[in-house]
T-cell receptor, first 114, second 110 residues
Framework: KAGVTQTPRYLIKTRGQQVTLSCSPI?????VSWYQQTPGQGLQFLFE???????NKGNFPGRFSGRQFSNSRSEMNVSTLELGDSALYLC?????????????FGPGTRLTVL | SQQGEEDPQALSIQEGENATMNCSYK?????LQWYRQNSGRGLVHLIL?????REKHSGRLRVTLDTSKKSSSLLITASRAADTASYFCATDVEGGKLIFGQGTELSVKP
């Protein structure tokens, strides 16, 4: 099976802009989670989607949002970008929601905000 | 906030030696997962151990879980240079929300 894919792999934006990142889960996986990784804060949970519904949300401002489509693909959006949003954004997929199964991660999208 | 703390933060060993990394956490968990990350790339899943399990093996990897001490350890036997990476433990406390430790940087010298 193909792994989790994320596009784009690299992105450069300027402050105030918005960005949309995409994630395609492993075939058959219905849960998609997003994480942010920075040198200072480490890996932090953003949100989880299952059956097109947000199931869980981390402690991030409302500028961070996401959605999931009927084919389980997911997008996350960050509006009004700030310098501190520069990070590696990782998507993970799992068979089901609820923490029963392993989460498999994609290669990430590295976002640089100038 | 970080749930897990990993120890040591950095570990340097020679090829062929064993590497042990420890992870402690604060609250009850559903499961604990170990991941490997090479130089800021994606996370590679290593092992999931459920809260009712005490030990799991996968190839050269052995993971233990002690829920009474809220701790886990990852043992890599017969390390290779290719094992050089950062290793993270992640606890599942809210059904799918993983909370990661800060990681252990492992360097295996040829």
């Amino acid at each position: 099976k193909a792994g989790v894919t994320q596009t784009p792999r690299y992105l450069i934006k300027t402050r105030g802009q918005q960005v949309t990142l995409s994630c395609s889960p492993i075939s058959g996986h219905r849960s998609v989670s997003w994480y942010q990784q920075t040198p200072g804060q480490g890996l932090q949970f953003l949100f989880e989607y299952f059956s097109e519904t947000q199931r869980n949300k981390g402690n991030f401002p409302g500028r961070f949002s996401g959605r999931q489509f009927s084919n389980s693909r997911s997008e996350m959006n960050v509006s009004t970008l700030e310098l501190g949003d520069s990070a590696l954004y990782l998507c993970a997929s799992s068979l089901e929601s609820g923490g029963i199964n392993e989460q498999f991660f994609g290669p990430g999208t590295r976002l640089t905000v100038l | 906030s970080q749930q897990g703390e990993e120890d040591p933060q950095a570990l340097s060993i020679q090829e062929g030696e064993n590497a042990t990394m420890n992870c402690s956490y604060k609250t009850s968990i559903n499961n604990l997962q170990w991941y490997r990350q090479n130089s800021g790339r994606g996370l590679v899943h290593l092992i999931l151990i459920r809260s009712n399990e005490r030990e799991k093996h996968s190839g050269r990897l052995r993971v233990t879980l002690d829920t009474s001490k809220k701790s886990s350890s990852l043992l890599i036997t017969a390390s290779r240079a290719a094992d050089t990476a950062s290793y993270f433990c992640a606890t599942d406390v809210e059904g799918g929300k993983l909370i990661f430790g800060q990681g252990t940087e492992l360097s295996v010298k040829p």
